[in-house]
Structure formats: structure tokens, C-alpha cells
């Protein structure tokens, strides 16, 4: 009985003293450290809490970040907004067309902002819904190279040798080259060219959409795709970007499992490359 009771007390020591810690850490208290040891399926339970609490503390950290980026973007043109309304107000002389045009502009920048987190919180709680169809996808690129080609000073390029269709959501895929054309446009410099190559290699076509703007250094090329990840932190009001459009494109193209990578020199260009299956 004595030898049963020495072991059993043994055994519950240390997860008495996971469970106290536990307790803890459900309380909200993230500087604790499992230090429970004892047998091997214990010392395990330990490792795995304790990444629990890495991880959780990770997650803290940028949902914090998640709600002061917003709070800043939602913050700055909403302060503008009124500001100028107030003094449109107060002050008859300041009731002109270009005060007015920098309300409704601020306003057109809250809406892509509150959009874009819409869409992009949408994605990646997956509760919107992709409408499939068979579309040619070779007339999509064209479609937007025609607008984006008017509507801007880029020349832009696109080379295929055949068209193609795929099977998607048309909508979204036109988002996701949309936005990497328009990243393009927003990250050039001097050379106000964009070339998009199209090819198929049996029933893979790739699409590619290169630059020669600043490029990304080696280090960020991983990072861009997370929300609100930008190369240039001073960059903080870029008039056309919201900082989630590649967040949105990675949420679209893992939904299909499509491949896509980027390359990138800095100060030469990147060039995003996209694979997806063909459908006959
Ligand atoms: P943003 O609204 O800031 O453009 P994105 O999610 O589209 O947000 O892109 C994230 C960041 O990746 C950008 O802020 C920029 O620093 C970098 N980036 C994206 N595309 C390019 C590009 N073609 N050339 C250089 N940098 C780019």
C-alpha cells in the first residue's frame, strides 16, 4: 500500500503542477513555463504546452498589430474627412471643388480598405463561396491589360501563343492578376513597362507578370504575402494600396492549390508567376 501510494504521488506530482500551470495560462497569464517533468509522456505534454503558449503568444501579438494597422488606416481618413467638412463648415471660403474632391477621395480610400478586409476576413474564415465556371482565361488577361493599359501610362505586354480555359471562380482570378498588374504599376520606376508572359506546358499554363520597378530584397520575398506586410514602412499612406491585396491573392490561389511564386532583384524588378491547371 505504502509503495502504491509513493508511486501514485509520484506520478500526479508534476501534472498537478502542468495542471496548476494550465489553469494559468487559460487565465490569461502568458509568461508561464511547463516545468512539470518526470516520465517521458509527461516531459512530452510539457513540450507541447509549451509551444502552445509560444504559439498563442504569437498569434496575441498579431492580432494586436491586426487591430492597430486597422485602427490607423480607418483612423487617418476618417480625422481628414471630418476635419474638412468641420472647416467646409465653419469657413464659407473653404467651400471649394478641391477640398470636396479630397472627401470623396479619403472616402473612395475607406471604402477599398474596409473592402479588402471584408473580402479578405471572408477568405479566410471560408464562408464565401467560389462560383466555378469554364472561362476563357487568355480573353480575361487581355480585358484587363485593355483597361489597365488606358487607364495608365504602362505600356503593357501580354504574350501568349494560344488561348486558354480554365476552371475558377472568374471574378477572383481576375482579382488576383488585377492586383499583381496593379502592384506592378504602384512599385515602377523609371520604366513604365509590364510584360505578361502566358505558357503551356501540357495541361499547366503559367502566367507570369514582370515588372522593372524596385524589386524586393531576398529577405521580404517570403514576407509579402502576409496582411499588411509592406517593403517600405515609411510607405504608410500609399494612396492605392490598402497593404492586404497579396494577403487576398494568396487566400485565392491556396484555395485552388495553385502554385505561384515571385522573383525578385532589388532595384531591377520581381516578376509573379502563377500556375494553374488547364480544363478542355
Ligand atoms: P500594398 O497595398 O501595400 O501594395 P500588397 O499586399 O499588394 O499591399 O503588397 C505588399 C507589399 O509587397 C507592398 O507594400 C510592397 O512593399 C511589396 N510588393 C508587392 N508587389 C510588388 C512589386 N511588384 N514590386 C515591388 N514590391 C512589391
Known amino acids: 500500500v505504502f509503495v502504491a501510494i509513493f508511486v501514485g504521488y509520484l506520478i500526479s506530482k508534476p501534472i498537478k503542477k502542468i495542471n496548476d500551470s494550465a489553469k494559468l495560462l487559460a487565465l490569461g497569464k502568458r509568461d508561464i513555463v511547463f516545468d512539470g517533468n518526470g516520465y517521458l509522456e509527461i516531459e512530452d505534454l510539457n513540450n507541447t504546452l509549451n509551444y502552445a503558449v509560444v504559439e498563442l503568444k504569437k498569434t496575441e501579438k498579431l492580432q494586436k498589430e491586426l487591430l492597430a494597422n486597422i485602427s490607423h488606416d480607418l483612423k487617418t481618413p476618417i480625422t481628414l474627412i471630418s476635419g474638412y467638412a468641420e472647416m467646409m463648415k465653419d469657413i464659407p471660403e473653404e467651400n471649394t471643388k478641391e477640398n470636396l474632391e479630397l472627401i470623396v477621395e479619403e472616402c473612395n480610400r475607406l471604402n477599398l480598405l474596409v473592402n479588402d478586409l471584408l473580402e479578405l476576413s471572408r477568405l479566410q474564415s471560408k464562408t464565401t463561396s467560389f462560383n ?24 503593357i505586354k501580354f504574350n501568349y501563343d494560344k488561348e486558354c480555359f480554365i476552371c475558377a471562380d472568374e471574378k477572383r482570378i481576375s482579382q488576383v492578376i488585377y492586383n499583381f498588374i496593379t502592384n506592378a504599376i504602384n512599385y515602377s520606376k523609371d520604366i513604365k513597362k509590364i510584360v505578361i508572359n502566358q505558357n503551356i506546358n501540357k495541361n499547366i499554363v503559367s502566367i507570369s507578370i514582370k515588372d522593372f520597378g524596385i524589386g524586393i530584397s531576398e529577405e521580404e520575398l517570403e514576407l509579402i504575402w502576409n496582411r499588411y506586410y509592406r517593403v517600405d514602412k515609411t510607405h504608410q499612406r500609399n494612396i492605392k494600396g490598402t497593404g492586404l491585396g497579396l ?3 494568396k487566400e485565392i490561389l491556396d484555395h485552388y492549390g495553385y502554385d505561384y511564386k515571385v522573383e525578385s532583384i532589388k532595384d531591377v524588378g520581381s516578376t509573379f508567376t502563377i500556375l494553374i491547371p488547364i480544363s478542355e
Open 132 to 155: 466555378d465556371t469554364l472561362f476563357n482565361l487568355t480573353k480575361l488577361i487581355n480585358d484587363i491589360v485593355d483597361r489597365q493599359s488606358l487607364l495608365s501610362e504602362f505600356e
Open 247 to 249: 494577403s487576398i491573392v
